[in-house]
């Protein structure tokens, strides 16, 4: 039986129950062709593939606006982000996006914070207290993310910003308390960043090239020549904050793979020019569920390989299959840092956030950022003694975003901090994200 005449049943619940593996099986069922089914009661179509990232990412074929369940928008991505953009209001905002989140320099200044933060982190590790991984990389995060930004925070509002942005991204695919907590969380920081939004307009328009990221959203115009209102510009402020934030996800998911294959230490520890830590982060990226699948809206009736598509049907593009596709990657369940040792993965190869042209499509523009974060915070992992105790070291594949259950729990056996580098002994350096 075709997708295209297979009966439509809803597959809500079963997405809530099977999480991760609902679309992998079922593609499995179709040999990777595309698969028809109803989510919350709309038509869908999931596709999988190189071709399919093409084709899901043309502008012509798919769009954003208003694709995003009302649910996910007032946890994940809030109302009125860059998500939720098309055509020139998209590629506009998503400029400002591009200028602040794939700036070389701007990128090694938020290393440097990540650096110096987990250095601090580290002194307070020495009496062999046990050390929740997640939670401390969320708060490390959290901390050089918005010094990097220029939000300036105390150590109890840093601690909110991090518990607040793990609970919009915990919330954003569930029904019950962990929502709801997600929804309260949203709301508290965007009240806050709102007004930081106003103040910092307040004190005056700076030049182009000594602004930072909260400045860079406070005076951004669209393309309609605008300023954002205090809310959208708070809503961008997050979606620079929070996913930096989200990075704790792939930090314990390091920590799962450094203690499940310990020789991987190694490598990580005698290197000096930081290739192999970036190659240990793209497999992390690759082995580790993160995102399932992304989604949008068909902007017209179309076809794809034979298949018809009516307009307003909802396309996935599966991401989870993908990356773990026999037929793309060898051995798609080997944990293999070697598949990316000397080279930068392409484009469309590895899409654990997504994928497509970032200067022209959706594809996230913080991906840089992941990566070279999360180099960092693998390099140093790997530099620390620690042991891991008896643990639930389980990852639940039905639990959407998940991670280990017990968010990888150590206990230092020797504390210091990153070696070799005098400069994380240092105050932080200035942020230098500017928009240009």
């Not at 009240?191 to 106003?198: F, K, M, N, P, Q």
């Not at 899409?351 to 992941?370: S, Y």
Request: net charge negative.
């Amino acid at each position: 039986m075709t997708a295209a005449s297979a009966p439509w049943t809803d597959s809500t619940l079963s997405l809530l129950a099977r999480g991760y593996a609902w679309l992998p099986d079922r593609m499995r069922a179709t040999h990777g062709g595309p698969v028809r089914t109803r989510l919350l009661g709309r038509p869908a179509i999931a596709l999988r593939g190189p071709e399919a990232i093409g084709f899901f990412y043309d502008e012509r074929h798919i769009e954003r606006t208003s694709a995003l369940p009302e649910p996910v928008l007032d946890t994940l991505f809030g109302q009125g982000a860059v998500h939720t953009l098309d055509g020139d209001a998209h590629r506009v905002r998503k400029a400002m996006f591009l200028a602040l989140l794939k700036d070389g320099a701007g990128i090694a200044a938020l290393t440097e914070h990540v650096a110096l933060q987990w250095s601090k982190a580290v002194t307070g590790w020495s009496d062999g207290r046990k050390v929740v991984l997640f939670d401390e990389a969320a708060l490390i995060l959290a901390r050089s993310v918005c010094e990097w930004t220029g939000v300036r925070l105390s150590d109890e509002q840093s601690r909110q910003m991090a518990e607040d942005c793990t609970a919009m991204v915990d919330g954003f695919a569930t029904p019950g308390p962990r929502h709801w907590r997600a929804r309260t969380a949203r709301y508290r920081q965007e009240e806050a960043l709102a007004e930081l939004v106003r103040v910092t307009r307040e004190g005056g328009e700076l030049g182009s090239d000594s602004g930072t990221a909260l400045e860079a959203v406070a005076w951004h115009r669209d393309s309609d020549g605008r300023l954002l209102d205090p809310h959208t510009g708070a809503v961008e402020l997050l979606n620079i904050i929070r996913p930096t934030v989200a990075i704790a996800w792939f930090a314990a998911f390091a920590g799962h793979a450094l203690h499940r294959w310990p020789a991987q230490r190694e490598p990580l520890r005698a290197e000096h020019d930081g290739q192999y830590a970036r190659a240990f982060a793209h497999e992390v990226r690759r082995f580790y569920p993160f995102a399932p699948f992304v989604g949008g809206l068909a902007a017209a009736d179309l076809t794809w390989q034979g298949e018809t598509i009516a307009k307003d049907t909802l396309v996935l593009l599966d991401l989870y299959g993908h990356n773990h596709d026999p037929g793309l990657w060898d051995s798609p369940y080997r944990f293999d840092p070697q598949r990316f040792a000397g080279r930068e993965p392409g484009a469309d190869e590895l899409i654990p956030q997504g994928g497509g042209d970032p200067a022209r499509g959706h594809r996230c523009p913080g991906e840089d950022i992941t990566v070279a974060v999360l180099a960092t915070l693998v390099t140093q992992l790997a530099a620390l003694d620690y042991d891991v105790p008896e643990q639930d070291l389980t990852i639940p594949l039905s639990k959407i975003p998940t991670r280990p259950c017990s968010g990888l729990v150590f206990t230092t056996t020797q504390a210091a901090p990153w070696p070799g580098d005098a400069r994380h002994q240092q105050e932080p350096v200035a942020p230098t994200n500017r928009a240009r």
